[in-house]
């Protein structure tokens, strides 16, 4: 169980990380072209 939790923690980290990552692309893009 507690494998798990890290390995969905580690899963779960790694989402949010490219959906900010993504925000950010989509908000800067625009000014670059």
Not at 3 to 16: D, G, L, T
Request: proline share 3%; net charge positive; no cysteine.
């Amino acid at each position: 169980m507690n494998f798990y939790n890290k390995k969905f923690r580690k899963i779960a980290s790694v989402i949010i990380i490219v959906i900010i990552v993504a925000m950010i692309l989509t908000g800067v893009v625009p000014y670059l072209f």
